[in-house]
């Protein structure tokens, strides 16, 4: 399988912004989204207050939705 060339993850100007991240998931060819408030460069708080952890190196794509 052929995945996409790296993307630079979020820094740390982006930590308190709301960000939509698309991360590689375990499953060959599979992905997982996550949209919440961005904790730390591998933490992201979502609408229910959960913390969701995630790996910067699986990211696919990222976007601030807003700040």
Do not use: C
């Not at 996409?4 to 982006?14: C, E, F, G, Q, V």
């Not at 960000?19 to 599979?30: A, L």
């Amino acid at each position: 399988m052929v995945y996409p060339a790296r993307i630079a993850p979020p820094d740390t100007s982006t930590i308190g912004a709301k960000v939509s991240i698309r991360i590689h998931d375990q499953e060959p060819g599979k992905f997982r989204d996550l949209l919440g408030h961005l904790v730390d460069l591998t933490h992201v708080r979502d609408k229910n207050g959960a913390i969701k952890e995630f790996n910067p190196e699986k990211i696919v794509a990222w976007k601030v939705v807003s700040k």
